[in-house]
């Protein structure tokens, strides 16, 4: 089970942290991953974090803004997204690959949460 939390309405410049609990499975050996669709719009990558957390990557539209990590202990991803902007609102999904390794395509993901939602006002 994939459940997505941290959603909500923030105005531009602020900050909100996403959190993605997994249950089941062996967390510490999977890369997780974020995703997000806007309106109207198709679902695109975000970030996307190595099985350790060690490693991590960003799509560039958020790089430098937003922070992926992972708490292999408490089987959690957290998206920390900071100066957010109108452009960032969307249904953010977190998303499990069950390997090791960082992928950036949605089609290397096995599991996904339900989303949860992210308004950013001007």
């Known amino acids: 089970q994939v459940v997505e939390s941290g959603g909500g309405l923030v105005q531009a410049g602020g900050s909100l942290r996403l959190s993605c609990v997994v249950s089941g499975g062996t967390f510490s050996n999977y890369a997780m991953g974020w995703f997000r669709q806007a309106p109207g719009k198709e679902r695109e990558f975000v970030a996307t974090v190595n099985w350790s957390g060690e490693s991590a990557f960003y799509a560039d539209s958020v790089k430098g803004r937003f922070s992926i990590s992972k708490d292999n202990a408490e089987n959690t991803v957290y998206l920390q997204m900071n100066s957010l902007q109108p452009e960032d609102t969307a249904d953010y999904y977190c998303?499990?690959?069950?390997?090791?390794?960082?992928?950036?395509?949605?089609?290397?993901?096995?599991?996904w949460g339900q989303g949860t939602q992210v308004t950013v006002s001007s």
């Open positions: 998303a499990v690959e069950l390997a090791p390794t960082v992928s950036w395509s949605e089609d290397e993901y096995d599991y």
